[in-house]
């Protein structure tokens, strides 16, 4: 699932026109990035959300036979958090673990390492697996603690940041009812409590574009190959 509800406030005037998953880098829009790199590994079932100026993503996007894969969308009549707008899409995700990233953030990171992770998930073990980033300027502070042990914990030392990018077991949602505005950190901050929660440390690139700024940043690393 691609995470595409969102307004972009911090985006606006660019988000007034368009969403903010939809505005391009590199010569092509964000989420078609995560389009394909997913489909490049053979993740080809997509769920989007959508909420501002949702009916864009079917204009530009369609089906997703044009990128080989198989789009379906979740619409929403206003944004319901992440929590919120994944619990809604679980009829369209099916009872087995999936793979959520948030539209509006640039990585090179290889879908194809979920399949490390999903074994604990599918029996049960553990409820998500997060992937977790070097603190960016705009959040020092962090957001959870890795342990040595690969387990997440919310308080802790040397806090690393969320990615955005995180598998899931379709039982932390059942208790969200389908159209309810939910956050997801609430979740996990309870699963992790019950030590249900597993994180990675990813090193590579990885850009939260939530402002015209690093909107602007990305694309031009993009065009001048510092990206891959």
């Known amino acids: 699932m691609i995470l595409a509800a969102g ?9 007034d026109t368009l969403p903010k998953p939809l505005l391009e880098v ?3 829009p964000l989420i078609v990035w995560h389009i394909e790199r997913l489909a ?3 993740i080809t079932d997509i769920v989007i959300n959508h909420a501002w100026l949702g009916h864009k993503f079917a204009e530009i996007l369609g089906d997703g036979s044009q990128f080989d894969v198989a789009i379906q969308y979740s619409a929403e009549e206003v944004g319901l958090e992440t929590a919120g707008g994944i619990a809604n899409a679980l009829a369209l995700l099916g009872e087995a673990p999936f793979l959520v990233m948030n539209g509006d953030i640039w990585c090179d990171w290889n879908p194809m390492h979920v399949m490390q992770h999903l074994n604990p998930l599918e029996q049960g073990q553990i409820q998500a697996w997060l992937l977790m980033v070097d603190n960016p ?3 020092p ?6 342990d040595a042990n690969g ?11 969320f990615s955005g990018i995180g598998l899931y077991h379709p039982s932390l949602f059942h208790g969200i009812k389908p159209g309810s505005i939910a956050k997801l950190a609430p979740l996990l901050r309870l699963a992790m409590q019950q030590q249900q929660v597993l994180g990675s440390h990813f090193t590579g690139q990885w850009t939260d574009v939530g402002t015209p700024e690093r909107l602007q940043q990305i694309d031009h690393a993009i065009r001048q190959g510092l990206t891959v």
Do not use: A, I
Not at 7 to 15: F, N
Not at 141 to 146: K, S, V
């Open 137 to 139: 300027e705009h959040n």
């Open 26 to 28: 590199g010569g092509k």
């Open 7 to 15: 307004r972009g406030e911090r985006m606006r005037p660019l988000t």
């Open 40 to 42: 490049s590994v053979g």
């Open 141 to 146: 502070q962090g957001d959870f603690h890795l």
């Open 151 to 161: 387990k997440l914990h919310q308080d802790g030392p040397e806090k690393l940041t």
